[in-house]
């Protein structure tokens, strides 16, 4: 059986030959969008009957065992006749390839001697199951037993601790850029970075980008560090503007570029996207197309610059912040972490994909309750798999208060009673830009 290489020398993990084109319609502007054209070419992974991916589709035991094994070896060749687990059968179709993954030594069981084949993976199974199929598993056996499994790939490179717990699913884009990852690793034998295309293949956006979505013509303002370079990867931000200012204003009163004329801030490419008219001065994130809006944004900065891909965060306020915290649960896998200001209050559960948290809320603000701040603190405590006790902890000049035990790493903070900006307890934090950049910087 032949080893499969890597074709590109560089130890990155962004594919320097490959178009920009999307082969299935639905992963246009999905962060995974290289990962899954690589593997499609490769015929690893396929689509479903109507031509699309389902990228955000959480991925089943037996499917990862598949495309593990066939993104090793080519041809793939299984000779497995006898059943391995009860509950495999051998006439379906996953029979072969779990078996041989049993005979390898690369699966395992559970207490009751099934395999599951049809229960979704979680992440730290699939982490499990590449780094034994590549003999790449923590030399040392640890307790409990996940635990070297997280700090090797943690350490190389191959997937960030923080951007999942113990339970968190991997959705079927996420698991085509691990299996690269590992891949990579096992071929390089060295730290592995996850670059942007825009890192190999530079472009430019210029001040005002558009972008159609659901046949609206969408615009963001994008500002880029004096002396970006190619060569030097940087981060994002998308900060959201509330119900009534608009993406000019937010750019004006957040502060997230201050500090860019003296050389500091240099680390992040900011986007201040505009939201759709709700007439009479007003402006709404409600519809669902504002996630497509998000994806494609950073889409189009990843393919024009050079983005370290675990450095994608947001900033919102007002109105903003309940869009944050929605994106923050149905892009968990993407965003590292969040700030919101006078808002949030999205509530449905976030499959347990973590996202650190900043959250600024005044008890006496009027427009914003506090309980929909907290509403919001509450599902990221439970993403983050946080305890029940807080600490303090200071961010800028304010005691905040800051989740203790969050397993992920990922912090889950609540700061009130701050200054504002002309002493609207709904307004801006006075210091919020320079804090807030603090916090993503020590993620």
């Known amino acids: 059986m032949e080893h499969r290489i890597l074709s590109c020398l560089i130890l990155i993990l962004v594919l320097t030959t490959q178009s920009t084109y999307a082969l299935f319609p639905d992963t246009e502007y999905s962060w995974y969008r ?39 070896w080519d041809p793939l060749l299984i000779s497995q006749k006898i059943r391995c687990f009860p509950d495999v059968g051998i006439t379906l179709w996953y029979h072969p390839y779990i078996c041989e ?20 993976v979680t992440a730290l199974e699939a982490l499990a199951i590449g780094l034994r199929l590549y003999g790449i598993s923590p030399a040392v056996a640890t307790n409990p037993w996940y635990l070297g499994y997280r700090e090797f790939a943690d350490k190389n490179g191959i997937y960030d601790t923080s951007s999942y717990s113990l339970i968190t699913p991997i ?18 034998k060295s730290p592995i970075k996850s670059f942007s295309r825009g890192c190999t293949k530079p472009g430019s956006l210029g001040n005002m980008p558009t972008v159609e979505i659901s046949g609206k013509l969408r615009s963001y303002i994008l500002t880029i560090p004096p002396g970006y370079s190619a060569s030097n990867p940087v981060g994002i931000i998308v900060a959201i503007h509330g119900r009534t200012n608009s993406n000019t204003q937010v750019q004006w009163y957040m502060g997230l570029e201050w500090g860019r004329s003296s050389g500091s801030q240099s680390s992040y490419i900011v986007a201040y996207p505009a939201g759709l008219d709700a007439g009479g001065g007003t402006r709404s994130w409600s519809a669902p197309e504002n996630v497509t809006f ?11 610059y050079c983005i370290e891909r675990s450095n994608i965060f947001v900033v919102a306020h007002s109105l903003g912040a309940s869009f944050a915290s929605r994106l923050a649960c149905v892009r968990g896998d993407v965003i590292h972490a969040m700030s919101i200001v006078g808002g949030g209050g999205w509530t449905t559960p976030c499959g347990q994909t973590p996202t650190g948290t900043l959250i600024y809320q005044n008890a006496d603000d009027r427009l914003s309750s506090p309980a929909t701040a907290r509403a919001t603190e509450r599902v990221m405590r439970t993403a983050n798999t946080c305890g029940a006790i807080t600490e303090n902890i200071q961010i800028g000049s304010l005691t905040c208060q800051k989740w203790k035990d969050c397993s992920t790493g990922s912090p889950v903070v609540w700061c009130e009673n701050y200054p504002t900006y002309g002493g609207d307890p709904h307004s801006w934090p006075t210091t919020g830009g320079t804090d807030i950049l603090a916090f993503f910087k020590a993620l």
Request: glycine share 6%; charged share 30%; net charge negative.
């Open 34 to 72: 290289d990962s899954i054209n690589t593997l499609a070419n490769e015929d690893v992974i396929s689509g479903f009957a109507d031509g699309t991916f389902w990228a955000d589709k959480t991925i089943t035991r037996a499917e990862i065992v598949k495309i593990f094994l066939k993104a090793k």
């Open 294 to 304: 998000f994806d494609a944004i950073i889409r189009d900065i990843g393919d024009n």
């Open 171 to 188: 959705s079927r884009g996420k698991a085509s850029e691990l299996i690269l990852a590992i891949r990579s690793y096992a071929t390089q």
């Open 101 to 120: 993954a049993a005979k390898l030594w690369i699966v395992k069981w559970f207490e009751d001697g099934s395999f599951g084949p049809d229960r979704p």
